[in-house]
Nanobody, 125 residues
């Protein structure tokens, strides 16, 4: 699976953005997907994950209730709807495919492969 994230930009605090992650490859519809973010000088942080069918999702504590992950297997795309954005949401957002051998619902970036190039989200106060 090859991944390309898009949809980032500059938004004011309280605003919304929707990120997209377009995937190529026939295994997408059977692959769990995750979103991570990385702020300058900080480690990569788990944001959300979704299983292959979309029936299971998990969120990082800092985004629960504000972000929603979804997928459209017919379009080979995963989305991240981000509402009520805060300045601390600023960072580069990456999508990645869950390693097929990973157990459960991992939040460590080490359990993900095929990282996209990232898209920059900047939230101004």
């Amino acid at each position: 699976v090859q991944l390309q994230a898009s949809g980032g930009g500059l938004v004011q605090a309280g605003g919304s953005l929707r990120l997209s992650c377009a995937a190529s490859g026939r295994t997408f519809s059977s692959t769990g997907m995750g979103w991570f973010r990385q702020a300058p000088g900080k480690e990569r942080e788990f944001v959300a994950l979704i299983n292959w069918s979309g029936s299971t999702t998990r969120y990082g504590d800092s985004v629960k209730g504000r972000f929603t992950i979804s997928r459209d297997n017919g379009k080979n795309t995963v989305y991240l709807q981000m509402n009520s954005l805060k300045p601390e949401d600023t960072g580069i957002y990456y999508c990645a495919a869950l390693d097929s051998g990973a157990p459960g619902w991992p939040t460590s970036p080490d359990m993900y492969v095929n990282w996209g190039q990232g898209t920059l989200v900047t939230v101004s106060s």
